[in-house]
């Protein structure tokens, strides 16, 4: 189950929040890119990747939130808030919900995983740095 039965451009939204949250460049721009063919305003998209949400549909909203919440808890939700968010879509809706999240959660850790290997073996000429890296430079 890959999210069939979102919306496309809510599935898009989903998967942008859970991006900005995990900081994936190239899942960044390939849903971007797919959000603009899905109707997307390019506003939204740059607000969507600041985690803010007034541009984006008011239903879609909590879903959105609970999508940035469920990437800053690794994937592992408060149980509280999964059981609003099942209670505001539905069992089915919460289930499709949480199939994009892991979905691209996967990616993101896949292309955050290729830039540090760029980093690495090129010396830090390619790719992007660590998190840490970039925190003690600037620090």
Avoid at 29 to 54: D, M, T, W
């Amino acid at each position: 189950m890959r999210g069939e039965g979102l919306d496309p451009s809510f599935r898009e939204r989903l998967m942008l929040v859970v991006t900005a949250v995990n900081g994936c460049r190239y899942c960044s721009y390939v849903h971007a890119r797919e959000a603009l063919a899905k109707g997307i305003s390019p506003q939204e998209i740059a607000a969507l990747g600041e985690s803010a949400f007034e541009g984006s549909p008011p239903q879609e909203v909590p879903a959105l939130l609970y999508a940035q919440h469920w990437a800053a808890s690794d994937g592992r939700p408060d149980g509280a808030i999964r059981a609003r968010v099942g209670q505001e879509y539905g069992s089915d809706v919460l289930a499709r919900i949480e199939a994009v999240l892991r979905m691209i959660r996967m990616g993101n850790l896949m292309g955050n995983t290729l830039d540090y290997i760029l980093y690495r073996i090129s010396f830090g000429r390619w790719g992007g740095e660590s998190t840490a890296e970039a925190e003690a430079r600037s620090g």
